[in-house]
Nanobody, 115 residues
Framework: QVQLVESGGGLVQPGGSLRLSCAASGIIFSIYAMGWYRQAPGKQRELVATVTSGGMTNYADSVKGRFTISRDNAKKTVSLQMNGLKPEDTAVYYC?????????WGQGTQVTVSS
């Protein structure tokens, strides 16, 4: 059974930082591309950042220079370091694993940026 379990969400003031983590089980983690998506109220789910099995990263323009995605294949985790948070970053953040036709989602963790 595949599980992706996110942690690290919460309430933070504008300009603050949070680090999200996703622990994977039930997959051969090292061969999967991993990513973070987010969905704000009333909006579609959107890509935030991805990292391939080979370590190549990709970011949405809105988070470039502020967010950093990383993976630890030994621990089967993927993390998202979020700095310089803005109110528009408020959303539920989802961990995502993909390989060919297989893809899996976590349950999501809420990030709220507000003063």
């Amino acid at each position: 059974q595949v599980q992706l379990v996110e942690s690290g969400g919460g309430l933070v003031q504008p300009g603050g930082s949070l680090r999200l983590s996703c622990a994977a089980s039930g997959i051969i983690f090292s061969i999967y591309a991993m990513g973070w998506y987010r969905q704000a109220p009333g909006k579609q789910r959107e890509l935030v950042a991805t990292v391939t099995s080979g370590g190549m990263t990709n970011y949405a323009d809105s988070v470039k220079g502020r967010f950093t995605i990383s993976r630890d294949n030994a621990k089967k985790t993927v993390s998202l370091q979020m700095n310089g948070l803005k109110p528009e970053d408020t959303a539920v953040y989802y961990c995502y694993a993909a390989r060919l036709q297989d893809n899996y989602w976590g349950q999501g963790t809420q990030v709220t940026v507000s003063s």
